[in-house]
Nanobody
Framework: QLQLVESGGGLVQPGGSLRLSCVAS????????IGWFRQAPGKEREGVSC????????YYADSVKGRFTISRDNAKNTVYLQMNSLKPEDAAVYYC??????????????????WGQGTQVTVSS
């Protein structure tokens, strides 16, 4: 059974950095996408970044491009989201999710069938 567990959230000052981790257990498909999404109170869920296993392609939302980096460690079954130059508007609950059988990047949340529990990111001075 596929399970995702996020960690790494916390409180950081504007301009600071955090690295989120998503451990995926039970992922046996050769082709998949792993995405990071976020949702702030009163706002729609936003796709932040994704990675696809087919060719290693990545995607970043314009709001985080140049500041966030998605990466993976196959040996640890872990995908990371390195977040630098954090802004107050980055504050949200961050979720990782998996879409099995996907070969192109997508941040359409409807494509993702398995979600983690989320980790809170707070950006405040």
């Amino acid at each position: 059974q596929l399970q995702l567990v996020e960690s790494g959230g916390g409180l950081v000052q504007p301009g600071g950095s955090l690295r989120l981790s998503c451990v995926a257990s039970g992922l046996t498909s050769e082709y998949y996408a792993i995405g990071w999404f976020r949702q702030a109170p009163g706002k729609e869920r936003e796709g932040v970044s994704c990675f696809v296993s087919s060719d290693g392609s990545t995607y970043y939302a314009d709001s985080v491009k140049g500041r966030f980096t998605i990466s993976r460690d196959n040996a640890k079954n872990t995908v990371y989201l390195q977040m630098n130059s954090l802004k107050p508007e980055d504050a949200a609950v961050y979720y990782c999710a998996v879409a099995v059988g996907i070969v192109v990047t997508t941040i359409d949340g409807n494509e993702y069938g398995c979600w983690g529990q989320g980790t809170q990111v707070t950006v405040s001075s």
